[in-house]
């Protein structure tokens, strides 16, 4: 068994906090309606329910990664912690102790500034059956399936619209839509500026490019649902359907945010700024030349000056931003990864990929981080490498 130690114990030791908790809990939503709200600070995350989708290859990366090793004081907590501390140990690692006040002290605890723009399935499974939930969305809300041209049963939650994002950008370079356009089809979707959208799809990069569109187009209120739908799904299939109503109109021009988007020559003027950043999110072969990432981009290399953010594997890996489970890697993590890159929220961050879906998941994170001045370069290295040959 696991020995107690205080935080300031830990502290005084130099030690490691992990918690084991799931990734709403370790962000900020509160357990219930009014219960403790975010994590100890410093706290590292890797939750219990991970280690099935982690080998020993896995955790041993994880924990290299966070620069861990056998004579790190390692403090748990949370659901679980027991057989985290196990599998730590089994990997020749010090997870010998337990922290004894944990989440004792709310003035102390963190939480992501917009952990409620990432919202857990079992917050929505209890919001569309009428059940009183922490930070419920003002109004008629709408919970939307983001779809990529074909319908995917597996994933629609029963009583949910769906919206093709195929409509929300057009050739030839995969550009967002002109705004009448645009404005037409959220008015369509009875989307007004103060409509709350919560968005969930198979394909999460395709959602959070029509989550980002959608803030440009002036939306106050977007959400993702944070992790897979297509294992979860089912906890929905007998929900009561939001409550719908007939196409209206948006409430205000649109674009209402045109500084969440940036044009070819806004981009290239952030590339002479000390204060700014154009962060490619592509993956290191892209970034580094080694191939375009796309079939229709003939090109190769990236945009000069140009800082790496980050992705994956592949146009559609996004594995760096992602815990095993699906879920959005921590405020920490991602802040670390990006800190590393010289990407910092002090700076205008304008983040760019192929063609917008990879930099609009990188936008979103930020924007949950709270970082107060992001973008999408819209273009992204489809348009800047005809332009600039």
């Given at each position: 068994?696991?020995?107690?130690?205080?935080l300031?114990?830990?502290?005084?030791?130099?030690g490691?906090?992990?918690?084991?908790?799931?990734?709403?809990?370790?962000?900020?939503?509160?357990?219930g309606?009014?219960?403790?709200?975010?994590?100890?600070?410093?706290?590292?995350?890797?939750?219990?329910?991970?280690?099935?989708?982690?080998d020993?290859?896995?955790?041993l990366?994880?924990?290299?990664?966070?620069g861990?090793?056998?004579?790190?004081?390692?403090?748990?907590y949370?659901?679980?912690?027991?057989?985290v501390?196990?599998?730590?140990?089994?990997?020749?690692?010090n997870?010998?102790?337990?922290l004894?006040?944990?989440?004792?002290?709310?003035?102390?605890l963190?939480?992501?500034?917009?952990?409620?723009?990432r919202?857990?399935?079992?917050?929505?499974?209890?919001?569309?059956?009428?059940?009183?939930?922490a930070?419920?969305?003002a109004?008629?809300?709408?919970?939307?399936?983001?779809i990529?041209?074909?319908?995917?049963?597996?994933?629609?939650?029963?009583?949910?619209?769906?919206?093709?994002?195929?409509?929300l950008?057009?050739?030839?370079?995969?550009n967002?839509?002109?705004?009448?356009?645009?404005r037409?089809?959220?008015?369509?979707?009875?989307?007004?500026?103060?409509?709350?959208?919560?968005?969930?799809?198979?394909?999460?990069?395709?959602?959070?490019?029509?989550?980002?569109?959608?803030?440009?187009?002036g939306?106050?209120?977007?959400?993702?649902?944070?992790?897979?739908?297509?294992?979860?799904?089912?906890?929905?299939?007998?929900?009561?359907?939001?409550?719908?109503?007939?196409?209206?109109?948006f409430?205000?021009?649109?674009?209402?945010?045109?500084?969440?988007?940036?044009?070819?020559?806004?981009?290239?003027?952030?590339?002479?700024?000390?204060?700014?950043?154009?962060?490619?999110?592509?993956?290191?072969?892209?970034?580094?030349?080694?191939?375009?990432g796309?079939?229709?981009?003939?090109?190769?290399?990236?945009?000069?000056?140009?800082?790496?953010?980050?992705?994956?594997?592949?146009?559609?890996g996004?594995?760096?931003?992602?815990?095993?489970?699906?879920?959005?890697?921590?405020?920490?993590?991602i802040?670390?990864?990006?800190?590393?890159?010289?990407?910092?929220?002090?700076?205008?961050?304008?983040?760019?990929?192929?063609?917008?879906?990879?930099?609009?998941?990188?936008?979103?994170?930020?924007?949950?981080?709270?970082w107060?001045?992001?973008?999408?370069?819209d273009?992204?290295?489809f348009?800047w490498?005809?332009?600039?040959?």
């Amino acid at each position: 068994m696991a020995l107690p130690l205080t935080l300031r114990q830990v502290q005084q030791q130099q030690g490691v906090l992990i918690d084991t908790r799931n990734s709403a809990l370790f962000n900020g939503w509160p357990m219930g309606l009014t219960g403790t709200s975010g994590h100890e600070p410093g706290a590292w995350h890797l939750a219990s329910d991970w280690l099935d989708k982690m080998d020993d290859e896995a955790l041993l990366a994880w924990s290299a990664s966070r620069g861990l090793t056998p004579n790190s004081v390692i403090a748990l907590y949370g659901e679980g912690c027991e057989r985290v501390a196990e599998r730590l140990r089994q990997s020749g690692l010090n997870a010998a102790f337990i922290l004894s006040d944990a989440l004792t002290e709310p003035s102390r605890l963190v939480s992501l500034p917009g952990f409620r723009q990432r919202v857990p399935l079992q917050w929505l499974h209890q919001l569309m059956h009428g059940k009183p939930v922490a930070a419920k969305p003002a109004g008629e809300w709408h919970v939307i399936e983001v779809i990529t041209g074909e319908i995917n049963a597996c994933v629609h939650i029963p009583g949910t619209a769906y919206l093709d994002i195929r409509q929300l950008e057009s050739g030839p370079l995969w550009n967002v839509v002109p705004p009448l356009q645009l404005r037409s089809v959220l008015e369509a979707q009875a989307i007004r500026s103060d409509t709350p959208v919560i968005l969930y799809g198979h394909n999460l990069l395709a959602t959070a490019r029509a989550a980002h569109i959608l803030l440009y187009a002036g939306v106050e209120d977007v959400r993702l649902l944070d992790g897979n739908p297509r294992v979860d799904a089912f906890c929905l299939q007998h929900a009561g359907a939001p409550a719908t109503s007939s196409p209206a109109d948006f409430g205000m021009p649109v674009p209402a945010q045109p500084k969440l988007l940036i044009n070819r020559v806004q981009a290239q003027g952030m590339l002479q700024r000390e204060d700014a950043a154009l962060v490619s999110i592509r993956s290191w072969q892209e970034h580094s030349g080694q191939v375009s990432g796309y079939a229709y981009i003939s090109a190769k290399g990236d945009i000069p000056g140009a800082r790496w953010g980050h992705a994956g594997q592949g146009k559609n890996g996004m594995q760096d931003f992602l815990n095993p489970d699906g879920t959005l890697r921590s405020a920490e993590e991602i802040t670390a990864m990006w800190q590393a890159q010289n990407i910092t929220l002090e700076q205008d961050v304008a983040f760019y990929c192929g063609t917008g879906w990879r930099a609009s998941l990188a936008f979103m994170c930020a924007r949950a981080m709270g970082w107060p001045r992001i973008a999408v370069y819209d273009g992204g290295w489809f348009e800047w490498s005809q332009f600039y040959k």
